[in-house]
């Protein structure tokens, strides 16, 4: 219990709920700043406030948001305020906290584990202090503590996370005051959020299907929306109430738009129509048919008068809105047409296409001005100034194109995403650009030959002499997304945008300029932050939420020594990672693609990875060289003594045997049907499991090993009989109804554990007998005879695990051999008892699947990473859920140190986080 905890102790309910509630605001107005800094920095009253029933992390965060208030500030002595150094620790603290909100509004005991990840990288005495206090404070229960900044730390750009969907988030859209956004979802329903503090107002629910269209009416009053259930529904933002409901489309209604005065509507649909509806009577005033295939996108000009549409039969149309005729067909795209922008003059519209192409148009002629070419695939998303000059396009070649619309001319190309760029949005004074993609991110660029108005002209004009290329940069990129990004709005003041993303959140983004200025020199980036006092806001660094790995962390291993960890990313790179400090050692570069298992050799020197490339590379944890490439495979395992490797691959169904000195392949094993998606190696090392999409788990021989467990006489009767016996199929064990995607062995070498997408887990039994179905049949009943176990050498599964109701996606063993632990899609574990058979327990907690096991090495706990952003840590007795951490995006892969103090975990955003299990 901390001081302020002590004092208010004894005092009563009421006088507490006014101190918490009142105190810091009282002194601040007093001119007592130092003693509202004092408890704005406390970690005892940040705290209580947030655990007390009264109160939150909301009116929390609206204390600090005090410094701001003009009213406050005015009426302070110059001695009552507080010092700049002293407002940049407090912004940081509220930041941090408006960024944890989400977290801690869902589990207030996230908030150490949220502090730290966010805050531990600020040099500021108070800061630390706040930290090694929360570190220090009581806790009922274990919590896992980041040891490095892992979350996205305060300073960047993003500024809040609205969770509160179930399903992807589809459509987003703003009101013109910048305050409110709504959106609109898979789960079908809407969401209104309010912008400054991150709640959602009301939930708008009445659509029978996903939610996919919204616009919102000018003055804010209403919006319109369109959904798979071939509805659209007007609602009214203040009451939340649906206040009609208009049918008519035979096919989903996947675009909307509203005429400036909110008085009509224009919707398309996959049944190839549009349809204008009058949004008082919420009666279709005319259909517009004349499409032959769906209709993807609509604009309305300025003046209300006439649309704009796009479709999937290669046209434009050009609409007259009062009569519903079509004005003229735009035929010159070769293929689907997938968005459209109209200027503000209402004179031209550019439409982007699958055939990789721009095209401009004269709305009043009809004709095709120019045709912009320069994108490698298909353009998908297209945005234009207020202007009119300068169009921005994002595409499947995964750039950006900043387009002259008078000369026809690519000004710049923006390179930076990993993936499909599916949304484009201006801010409305032309001078930046925010793009979402399918690499989870939302960019922020600064647009060609504008200049940077929050920057003074001299300092812009040594920006451009020292950095030419400034124009047409990323300013920044906003990561925290966990799926595709595929909606952006930007508020009228050009200052924050929001995104929609199928990690069913929507994020909202700070679009100042301070993050460009990485791209100065130290010594001008210093002078910039001197005379802004924000040092924070203009580091353009991610201060350890951005370090690390650019895409989805598929695989985490650790050192026998504790002390290094090594990730494998679908960034195409491994790091190397050291486990106290938490800092990256190094980073392997080589693969051409996704790094999807990494193994580390007994004595800790080496590392080996698999790739999506098709190959393996033997590594040397210290210098960082590729000792070896093998070519052909990515699913593998390891020996035990470290010399000898075997892979699976997804591409020619076989396995390979390596010799990780040489580099040579030994041999080549053929069985499989399908792709080999799981392989294992006994102890021993003389023997492998494969588990394979062909539904089958196999057995094999691996080269130069002897069966110790044969009788010599029957090892020479067998190989005389079967020269192939080495590096064959020893047994084929079939029995599973769909894949066999994880496969792990007991540590005395004698049986293994399947799991599969038939939603099962099956015991083997591996002795050798398993391989006597390719021996004679005189021979097998003689050998049953001589072992007197026939039932043990059949090459039939000794039990079959039944009681997930989804994929099988994980499998542990104890160090004990006697339990296996499960992860499924069914979002829950289950822990087995192996000699029975039998369900001991199934953890429930999770809210998607589990991805990943991992147990420690007293056999006691369990950790699993699921979908559902968490890591758990479970007892394996009681079944009780020990720990969570909340991280930002889905755990895919988690590794636990010897000593079963620190957990590893490799996320899908890229990030890898280093845990501290305190015990509470």
């Known amino acids: 219990m901390g001081s302020i905890a002590t004092k208010l102790a004894s005092k009563s309910a009421e006088f507490k709920k006014m101190f918490l509630g009142q105190f810091p605001e009282q002194q601040l107005k007093a001119g007592k700043s130092e003693i509202y800094y004092q408890y704005l920095t406390d970690f005892d009253f940040i705290f209580l406030k947030i655990h007390s029933p009264k109160f939150g992390v909301e009116p929390l965060i609206r204390d600090y948001a005090l410094i701001d208030d003009p009213e406050i500030l005015d009426k302070l002595e110059e001695d009552e305020t507080l010092k700049p150094e002293q407002v940049k620790t407090l912004k940081l603290i509220q930041r941090a906290l408006q960024l944890a909100a989400h977290v801690v509004n869902q589990d207030q005991n996230q908030l150490v584990g949220q502090l730290w990840g966010r805050l531990q990288s600020f040099e500021q005495p108070e800061i630390q202090k ?65 912008l400054q503090t991150g709640t959602a107002l009301s939930t708008l629910t009445g659509h029978n299907d996903s939610v996919i269209a919204v616009a919102i009416t000018a003055d804010g009053k209403t919006a319109v929306s369109g959904s798979h259930d071939n509805t659209l529904k007007v609602w009214d933002l203040k009451t939340g109430t649906a206040l009609s409901t208009l049918t008519g489309h035979n096919d989903s209604v996947i675009a909307v738009a509203i005429t400036a005065d909110g008085k009509t509507a224009v919707s398309g649909s996959h049944d190839n129509t549009l349809k204008v509806w009058d949004l008082k009577t919420g009666t279709a005033l005319s259909t517009l048919t004349a ?30 809105l009062k009569t519903g005729t079509a004005l003229s067909t735009l035929t010159a795209h070769s293929f689907w047409v997938q968005a459209v922008a109209i200027t503000a003059d209402g004179k031209t519209a550019v439409s982007v296409s699958h055939d990789n192409t721009l095209k401009v148009w004269n709305l009043q002629t009809g004709t095709a001005l120019s045709t912009l070419t320069g994108h490698n695939d298909s353009v998908i998303a297209v945005a234009i100034t207020a202007d009119g000059k300068t169009a921005v396009s994002g595409s499947h070649d995964n750039t950006l194109k900043v387009w002259d619309l008078q000369t026809g001319t690519a000004l710049s190309t923006f390179i930076g995403h990993n993936d499909f760029v599916r949304a484009v949005a201006i801010t409305p004074d032309g001078k930046t650009a925010v793009s979402g993609s399918d690499d989870n991110t939302v960019k922020v660029w600064d647009l060609p030959g504008t200049a940077r108005s929050t920057l003074p002209a001299w300092l812009t004009r040594i920006f451009k002499m020292l950095k030419p290329e400034f124009t047409g940069t990323a300013l920044s990129t906003l990561t925290g997304h966990n799926a595709s990004v595929i909606a952006v709005a930007i508020t009228p003041d050009g200052k924050t945008a929001v995104s929609g993303s199928e990690d069913n959140t929507l994020k909202v983004w700070d679009l100042q300029i301070g993050t460009a200025l990485s791209i100065l020199p130290a010594w001008l980036t210093r002078i910039f932050k001197i005379l802004t006092l924000k040092p924070e806001l203009h580091t353009g660094t991610a201060l350890s939420t951005l370090t690390g790995h650019n895409n989805s962390v598929q695989a985490v291993a650790i050192t026998p020594n504790g002390k290094t960890a090594v990730s494998g990313s679908e960034d195409n790179t491994l790091k190397v990672w050291d486990l106290q400090t938490g800092t990256a050692l190094s980073t392997f570069i080589g693969h051409n693609d996704s790094v999807i298992a990494v193994a580390i050799t007994p004595d800790g020197k080496t590392a080996v990875s698999g790739s999506e490339d098709n190959t393996l590379k033997v590594w040397d944890l210290q210098t960082g060289t590729a000792l070896s490439t093998f070519i052909g495979h990515s699913f593998w395992a390891i020996t035990a003594d470290g010399k000898t490797a075997v892979s699976g691959s997804s591409d020619d169904n076989t396995l390979k045997v390596w010799d990780l000195q040489t580099g040579t392949a030994l041999s080549t094993f053929i069985g499989h049907n399908d792709f080999v998606r799981a392989v294992a190696i006994t102890p021993d090392g003389k023997t492998a499991v494969s588990g394979s999409d062909d539904n089958t788990v196999k057995v094999w021989d691996l080269p130069g090993t002897a069966r110790s467990t044969l009788p010599a006489w029957l090892t020479r009767i067998f190989k005389m009989l079967k020269p192939e016996f080495t590096g064959t199929a020893l047994s084929t064990l079939t029995g599973h109804n769909a894949s066999v995607i994880a496969v792990a062995i007991t540590p005395d070498g004698k049986t293994a554990v399947s799991g599969s997408e038939d939603n099962t887990l099956k015991v083997w039994d591996l002795q050798i007998g398993t391989a006597l179905s390719i021996l004679p ?30 994929s099988v996606q994980a499998v542990a063993i104890t160090p004990n051999g006697k339990t296996a632990v499960s992860g499924s899609e069914d979002n829950t574990l289950k822990v087995w008892d192996l000699q029975t058979g039998t369900a001991l327990s199934t953890f429930i907690g999770h809210n998607d699947s589990v991805i990943a096991v991992a147990i420690t090495p007293d056999g006691k706990t369990a950790v699993s990473g699921s979908e559902d952003n968490t890591l758990k840590v479970w007892d394996l007795q009681t079944g009780t859920a020990l720990s969570t951490f909340i991280g930002e995006s889905p755990i895919n892969c988690c590794a636990v140190s010897p000593d079963g103090l620190k957990i590893v975990a490799g996320d899908k955003s890229g990030r890898v986080h280093f845990l501290r299990w305190e015990r509470g």
């Open 130 to 194: 706040m930290l090694a206090d929360a570190a220090a404070s009581e806790s009922e229960i274990s919590r896992l503590r980041p040891i490095t900044a892992s979350l996205t730390a305060p300073g960047g750009n993003l500024l809040r996370t609205l969770t509160g969907h179930n399903h992807s988030v589809r459509a987003v859209a703003i009101t013109p005051d910048g305050k409110t956004a709504v959106s609109g979802s898979d789960d079908t329903t809407l969401k209104v959020w309010d």
């Open 291 to 320: 499409h032959s295939f769906w209709v993807q996108a609509v604009a309305i000009t300025a003046d209300g008068r006439t649309a704009v549409s796009g479709s999937d039969d290669n046209t434009l149309k050009v609409w007259d």
């Open 777 to 806: 049949a005189w021979l097998t009943r003689i050998f049953k005879i001589l072992t007197l176990k026939p039932e043990l050498h059949t090459g039939t599964a000794l039990s079959t695990l039944t009681g997930h109701n989804n």
